[in-house]
């Protein structure tokens, strides 16, 4: 079992930046990779960025490229999203997610971001 706890969200304005984290406890070792889903409000829930763990290779999706960045801290079982430029479309609810080895999935509770000036 893994449980996740996510903090950083909040109201930001146009154009600004928030760093959200989720940090990982229970059984980590077993971790392949972690990232970041968002769902708006009336919308499905989609992935914004996920980092593998054995090849540190992220993967963005296209409406965040180049204005985020995931990265983790191996020995606090954490991962972040440094997300800049902020856009009102980028409000939403966003999820940690972690899946294991045996392709076990795990959810945050999720933190909400708000951009509006």
């Known amino acids: 079992q893994v449980q996740l706890v996510e903090s950083g969200g909040g109201l930001v304005q146009p154009g600004g930046s928030l760093r959200l984290s989720c940090a990982a406890s229970?059984?980590?070792?077993?971790?392949?990779?972690m990232g970041w889903y968002r769902q708006a409000p009336g919308k499905q829930r989609e992935l914004v960025a996920q980092?593998?763990?054995?090849?540190?290779?992220?993967n963005y999706a296209d409406s965040v490229k180049g204005r985020s960045t995931i990265s983790r801290d191996a020995a606090r079982s954490t991962v972040y999203l440094q997300m800049n430029n902020l856009k009102p479309e980028d409000t939403a609810v966003y999820y940690c997610?972690?899946?294991?080895?045996?392709?076990?999935?795990?959810w945050g509770k999720g933190t909400l971001v708000t951009v509006s000036s």
């Open positions: 997610h972690v899946r294991s080895d045996s392709l076990m999935n795990y």
């Open positions: 980092i593998f763990i054995r090849t540190n290779m992220p």
């Open positions: 229970g059984t980590t070792a077993n971790i392949a990779l």
